[in-house]
């Protein structure tokens, strides 16, 4: 759509600088007092004038990211792309601001709805006061095409269920966790638990270390119950589930043994 847009306004800005040309190269003096050169005078003038100012406005508004900037959705391209995980790897500004916020260019590796990574590149507007959420190992649900990975737009959309769905389908994956914890999760009940005792077992999967935790776990009607949990953790939420610290986790009544911890993915 963007592409169209450039391409309808180049050939309009084309025919307007033609016709300025055309009416110079042919124009008849009216009269033999008349200076030379008056044909590329006139209102003519302001043809090309026009012309560059078009182009440049929709080159302009029609930049990656910068229609996202003003509707807050992906662009027709991309709005219905696959959903992948991207996971930063660096960032710079561009140097182009929209009401002084800065357009920045992200560097992802981005694991696909079925797998396979591929390095891709995305362009966005971020408020300023966002700027310092944005760091290397920050994952975002981005979107795709899978004939085309070396552009992608982080997602707009709102549609939380499918970046956890793709989230979901990743950690499986990697065996990070499996659909019954999943499950357990979903139709579990949420409460709150104690961490009493940390041990690191030692496996290392995907980069995530194996930790078996001690809790006590509050139960809807304030008792308690201990167990013992084992989970892969990424390095940097190792330090959200130290001795002392209390955790939103999910149970099924009927099996308080299996007991699945909630921690955000960008902790």
Same mark, same amino acid.
């Given at each position: 759509?963007? *592409? ?118 995305? *362009? ?8 310092? =959420? ?98 892969? =953790? ?34």
């Amino acid at each position: 759509m963007m *592409k169209k847009i450039r391409l309808v306004a180049s050939a309009l800005a084309a025919l307007m600088v033609g016709y300025y040309v055309y009416h110079a190269v042919t124009y008849v003096p009216t009269s033999e007092y008349e200076p030379p050169g008056m044909g590329w005078l006139g209102f003519e003038m302001a043809l090309p004038i026009l012309a560059s100012t078009l182009i440049v406005l929709v080159f302009a508004f029609t930049g990656e990211g910068i229609v996202a900037a003003f509707t807050g959705h992906n662009s027709a391209g991309f709005r219905d792309g696959l959903t992948g995980l991207g996971t930063v790897e660096s960032f710079a500004q561009t140097g182009l601001t929209l009401n002084d916020q800065p357009q920045i260019r992200i560097e992802f590796r981005v694991e696909g709805a079925d797998g396979k990574f591929f390095h891709s590149s995305a *362009k966005i507007i971020v408020p300023l006061t966002q700027l310092a =959420l944005l760091r290397p190992g920050v994952v975002l649900p981005v979107r795709y095409l899978p004939e085309r990975t070396d552009k992608v737009e982080v997602d707009l959309s709102g549609d939380a269920s499918a970046a956890q769905r793709a989230m979901n389908e990743s950690l499986i994956r990697k065996g990070i966790t499996t659909q019954h914890k999943l499950d357990i999760a979903e139709r579990g009940i949420a409460t709150q638990a104690v961490v009493r005792s940390l041990s690191v077992t030692g496996t290392i999967r995907d980069g995530h270390s194996e930790v078996e935790l001690g809790l006590v776990v509050t139960r809807p009607d304030g008792s308690a119950f201990a167990t013992r949990v084992t989970k892969f =953790l990424a390095p940097d939420s190792v330090g959200q589930v130290q001795v002392g610290r209390v955790l939103r986790v999910h149970y099924l009544p009927e099996n308080e043994s299996e007991v699945v911890i909630a921690l955000p993915v960008n902790a």
